[in-house]
């Protein structure tokens, strides 16, 4: 295992004229399990390729425990990567397809047994384990190229591509808390590319966010839910995802449209957005700030509970609240913004936290 370091790395299928991934300097730390999260065409899969070696960066460098591999192809740096779909030896046993990276690079008879029954026993591919690949379904093919490149236990990092597009949706949870389970058990750092959060947020440690080829947030699933860094983070993570307002910065008070809605601390005077998820958002009937009077627009009934929509202004915003909470269309409603999990966004980027104002504020 090694810590991955990539330097000021970029990539551009066009001669420079666009970025696939803007120059990025970021570092994947040994033994770690990292989810890739990002929309189609985001990067993501030109970034694992040049950590992998199947592409080299037009800009910058890739290190392996500092040692530079930039120039070095996909043989020389130790990496075992899955692909979306499967790719086997068709007329070999799952067994020799599970030994294959192991007898190939010698390892001793016995501990090629040992490694290929463990991970099988795992991925629950024992009774298959003499059966020709090609005789399996495309997911079961799918779970053995999952251990085929989990069963090297020194694999500088296991690089898994959308890995579970293809295996059914019933075995996809069991298969990510096995693949968990693996990591656990080999500490292999893990990185894995989705564009789907529920499989990106319960399998890693760390989630990095990427989108229109740059890193945007890393973190733990808890931070990027509760502390988004950038407009996008609270987009693309959450469900529904945070709801945005446009505002205004002056003399200190944050407004939208006319109305005061809170206190914008020391930032500069200028245009800003709001920033809060539904979770937060609180509907009430006394004023409270930071907050803003609204209107019901709707409201979704979700069994376990309910999405209020409302507009402050023109400006729609979703309220989570218990189920049943009894708002009704046309109805005035104060929504709280509660001043620890509201924010302001500048391009943006996170650059501040909508405060209350102070007593006999302006309104
Ligand atoms: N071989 C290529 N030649 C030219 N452009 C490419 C090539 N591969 C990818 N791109 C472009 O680079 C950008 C990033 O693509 P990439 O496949 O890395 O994104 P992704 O996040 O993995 O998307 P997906 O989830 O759809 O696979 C996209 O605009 C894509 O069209």
């Keep these: 295992m090694a810590d991955i370091r990539l330097e000021g790395v970029g990539h551009s299928y066009d001669g420079g004229r666009t970025w696939a991934v803007r120059p990025t300097t970021w570092t994947w730390r040994s033994g770690r399990a990292y989810a890739l999260l990002g929309?189609?065409?985001?990067?993501?899969?030109?970034?694992?390729?040049?950590?992998?070696?199947?592409?080299?960066?037009?800009?910058?460098?890739?290190?392996?425990?500092?040692?530079d591999v930039t120039g070095v192809p996909t043989a020389?740096?130790?990496?075992?990567?899955v692909f979306q779909f499967p790719v086997l030896y068709?007329?070999?046993?799952?067994?020799?397809?599970?030994?294959?990276?192991l007898r190939n690079r010698r390892h001793p008879k016995k501990d090629v047994d040992r490694r290929v029954r463990e991970v099988s026993r795992l991925l629950g591919l024992d009774p298959v384990l003499g059966r020709r690949s090609r005789r399996l379904d495309p997911?079961?093919?799918?779970?053995?190229?999952?251990?085929?490149?989990?069963?090297?236990?020194?694999?500088?990092?296991?690089?898994?591509?959308?890995?579970?597009?293809?295996v059914d949706p019933a075995l996809k949870w069991t298969l990510r808390s096995k693949l968990k389970e693996i990591h656990?058990?080999?500490?292999?750092?893990?990185?894995?590319v989705t564009h789907d959060q529920t499989e990106a947020l319960t399998f890693a440690d760390e989630v990095v966010v990427v989108?229109?080829?740059?890193?945007?947030?890393?973190?733990?699933?808890?931070?990027?839910?509760?502390?988004?860094?950038?407009?996008?983070?609270?987009h693309f993570i959450g469900s529904p995802g945070m709801n945005v307002l446009p505002a205004e910065l002056a003399g200190?008070?944050?407004?939208?449209?006319?109305?005061?809605?809170?206190?914008?601390?020391?930032?500069?005077?200028?245009?800003?957005?709001?920033?809060?998820?539904?979770?937060?958002?609180?509907?009430?009937?006394?004023?409270?700030?930071?907050?803003?009077?609204?209107?019901?627009?709707?409201?979704?009934?979700?069994?376990?509970?309910?999405?209020?929509?409302?507009?402050?202004?023109?400006?729609?915003?979703?309220?989570?609240?218990?189920?049943?909470?009894?708002?009704?269309?046309?109805?005035?409603?104060?929504?709280?913004f509660p001043a620890?999990?509201?924010?302001?966004?500048?391009?943006?980027?996170?650059?501040?936290?909508?405060?209350?104002?102070s007593e006999g504020g302006a309104g």
Excluded: W
């Design 39 to 67: 929309p189609s065409g985001c990067g993501k899969t030109t970034l694992l390729n040049i950590i992998s070696g199947l592409l080299t960066p037009t800009e910058g460098r890739v290190l392996f425990d500092g040692r």
């Design 76 to 81: 020389g740096r130790n990496i075992a990567q």
């Design 90 to 101: 068709e007329e070999m046993s799952v067994y020799d397809n599970l030994a294959f990276p």
């Design 139 to 166: 997911g079961r093919q799918q779970i053995v190229c999952l251990g085929r490149g989990l069963v090297r236990p020194e694999v500088a990092a296991v690089l898994l591509d959308e890995p579970l597009t293809v």
């Design 184 to 192: 656990r058990d080999t500490g292999h750092t893990l990185i894995y």
């Design 211 to 234: 989108n229109e080829g740059a890193i945007v947030q890393a973190g733990e699933p808890a931070e990027l839910f509760l502390s988004p860094a950038h407009e996008f983070v609270g």
């Design 252 to 336: 200190g008070v944050v407004r939208v449209g006319g109305t005061a809605v809170g206190a914008g601390g020391e930032l500069p005077e200028g245009p800003v957005r709001i920033g809060v998820r539904p979770e937060f958002v609180a509907v009430g009937g006394a004023p409270a700030s930071p907050g803003a009077p609204a209107r019901v627009t709707g409201v979704d009934r979700m069994g376990a509970y309910d999405l209020v929509h409302a507009v402050v202004g023109d400006h729609p915003v979703i309220a989570r609240t218990e189920a049943g909470a009894g708002y009704a269309p046309g109805e005035a409603a104060f929504l709280h």
């Design 340 to 357: 620890d999990r509201t924010f302001l966004f500048r391009d943006q980027v996170r650059c501040g936290s909508l405060a209350p104002l």
